[in-house]
């Protein structure tokens, strides 16, 4: 049932949907006074835009949505930054991973990570796999993380971010390297 002008009532806001809003934010941006900053300026921008809101989803959707694009700008604000010597570190990573034919050495042939399915809510896997992530360089972290926790086509992803469909695939496969190699180090 849509929401009508009349039942909105801002001064909710804050109760009903300040938590929800922080750990979506949170999540994707893994920066507490930004997730914190991020919420306000939604609920902000919604006080602004309030007029216009059709009713056509939920006051909680439309605040989401808001706050996506929020996130959307950090995203492409870090990523904008490109630090030359955090992609090097990163692809220095890469290097010995596979010889002069494209196989995998030895050394860094993938190894059975045994993470099934209950291992997916391992506290420890994600706060492993939250550091490892922390540790890609600003725009690799923005790209895997559109693509694979707000599941964002590749289209909007190349559009948003700037990027080309194919530097979009060599960042991700990249990214998935890095990880792989980290979480194989740090959590394995």
Known sequence: ???TQAAIDPNT?????????????IKR????EIAKDLVQDTFLAALQKVRTFEGK????TWLTAILKNKIVDVY??????????????????????????GHWTQQ????????EEQYLENKELGQALKKCMEKLPA???????MKHIDDETSERICTELKVSAQNFWVII????????ACLQKNWV
């Open 173 to 180: 496969h990249r990214a998935k390297l890095n990880l792989r």
């Open 57 to 60: 989803s939920s006051e909680r």
């Open 139 to 145: 725009l690799w972290l923005s790209v895997f993380t």
């Open 76 to 101: 492409r604000k870090r990523s904008s930054v490109i630090v030359s010597s955090d992609i090097a570190d990163a692809e220095r990573v890469q290097q010995d991973f596979f010889d002069t034919d």
């Open 13 to 25: 806001w804050v109760n009903a949907h300040a938590d929800y809003l922080y750990a979506f934010a």
């Open 108 to 115: 860094h042939y993938p190894r059975e990570m045994g993470v």
């Open 29 to 32: 941006i893994a920066d507490e």
């Open 1 to 3: 049932m849509p929401v």
